[in-house]
């Protein structure tokens, strides 16, 4: 598998707080042809002075500038850069693993396809929990039998196995280049456009199924405060992508019109006052939710069952009315929610004073095992002190076989010459001699 090089695209703006940390893991990566592309997008922190710490440091990051024009011109700014064959859109407040880059380069090589999509966990800024977050890929919604599908062979799930985000994926640059896939230069949902027509016009996508990123979550405050003030900027964005999709014949109806729902609901939740919902209500209904094709779809068709109920309201009723059925369905939400905590919440203490019990009851077995333990241990050093005197006793006993056996072997040397001095003729002779002397006394 060859080397290619891979282009890291990052928008940096007003980073200084997680910059270093996200760069340093970006250094750290374990696929060594890479080039980062750094692109200021008029940062009035220290941020573009530690993008340049890098830069001196490191060959292979290099730092753009620009005024400020959001993420979209500034990811379009770095595709006009990228040298590489293929490119990845970070941001510059995540975490990646070090081998990220590796294993989707393999993936996108191996499968030869044009996009290969990630999963991801979330980074709770508040807390600094890691949490699970498994809607940035969803593989049930894939084919089971093919490595690589498309609009074609997935067409109500191409736009539902994953998120409309650009950082958990990497996008083969021809491809990119082919189709002229631009950013949307606009503040809020840049990457709605261009992820979801790469995602349609793709004719090979993929995914590999690793967690290889961590979503650093932004400060609800200061996304509430950005979309309050420009609530129709991220349905522009959706319009203009419905638009685009449609006159190119590429328009994927129930699984765009799924997506869509899902992205306004979240734009609505996270409008707090009824100005600004209504602002955006009014919008779509004045013919946008038609574009999105949500207006006529079948309530069998709805991947989120209650969102059927939620854009009947949409249609049918007034944006005040929406807005109190949106808090109060919100509010059942959490109020169940909270019931599931507490019933949770009584097993764990229910699951804490059985373990507690089970380890009483281990200690307890655990003194009889240490008792145990030392009464064996006394038995067998008194074994040992029996086994050695016996070893002594057997010594004394072999000792005196010895003897024995010697007293034995002189014995029966004696008795030999005896019987030898017996059957010589002198002895006969002197036998003879003194049989008369024998018999007088």
Request: aromatic letters at 8%; one cysteine or more; glycine letters at 4%.
């Amino acid at each position: 598998m060859s080397d290619n090089k891979v282009s890291i695209i990052m928008p940096v703006y007003n980073a200084s707080a997680h910059l270093a940390e996200c760069l340093d893991t970006v250094a750290a990566q374990t696929y060594g042809n890479i080039e980062v592309i750094m692109v200021d997008d008029g940062s009035t922190d220290k941020s573009r002075i530690i993008a340049e710490g890098y830069v001196e440091k490191d060959p292979r990051f290099m730092l753009l500038c620009q005024e400020n024009r959001f993420a979209g011109a500034a990811r379009n700014k770095g595709i006009d850069s990228a040298t590489g064959d293929y490119l990845i859109f970070w941001d510059s407040d995540d975490l990646f693993a070090p081998e990220a880059v590796e294993l989707l380069y393999n993936r996108i090589a191996e499968t030869d396809a044009d996009i290969v999509v990630s999963g991801a966990n979330q980074l709770d800024d508040e807390t600094g929990k890691i949490l699970p977050a498994p809607h940035y890929l969803m593989k049930s919604r894939t084919p089971k039998d093919s490595q690589t599908f498309n609009r074609l062979t997935n067409p109500e799930r191409i736009l539902n196995f994953t998120t409309s985000v650009v950082w958990n994926k990497i996008f083969r640059k021809q491809f990119i280049l082919d189709n002229d896939i631009r950013f949307q230069e606009i503040r809020n949902g840049n990457d709605v456009f261009f992820t979801v027509v790469a995602l349609c016009k793709a004719e090979k996508v993929a995914y590999i199924d690793k967690v290889l990123m961590t979503y650093r979550k932004c400060q609800k405050a200061s996304l509430v405060g950005t979309l309050t003030s420009a609530p129709i900027v991220p349905i522009n964005a959706w319009r203009d992508t419905a638009v685009f999709l449609r006159e190119n014949d590429i328009f994927p109806k129930i699984s765009f019109a799924n997506k869509a729902v899902d992205s306004m609901v979240y734009l609505l939740r996270n409008l707090p006052n009824l100005d600004a919902f209504s602002e955006a209500v009014d919008f779509l209904k004045d013919g946008i939710l038609d574009m999105l094709g949500i207006s006529d779809m079948a309530v069998e068709n709805y991947i989120v069952k209650w969102h059927a109920d939620f854009v009947d309201i949409l249609i049918n009723r007034t944006a005040k009315e929406a807005f109190e059925w949106m808090y109060e369905f919100d509010y059942k939400r959490m109020a169940s929610a909270d019931a599931e905590v507490k019933i949770l919440k009584a097993e764990k203490k229910k699951n804490e004073s059985r373990h507690k019990k089970v380890e009483e009851k281990l200690i307890k077995t655990e003194e009889k095992n240490e008792q145990l333990r030392q009464n064996n241990k006394k038995l067998q050093s008194e074994l040992a002190e029996r086994n050695s005197q016996i070893s002594k006793m057997e010594d004394v006993i072999q000792s005196k076989n010895k003897t024995i056996s010697s007293l034995q072997s002189k014995s029966d040397k004696r008795a030999k010459e005896l019987k030898d001095i017996k059957g010589s003729a002198s002895y006969k002779i002197g036998r003879i001699i003194t049989f008369i002397p024998r018999k007088i006394k």
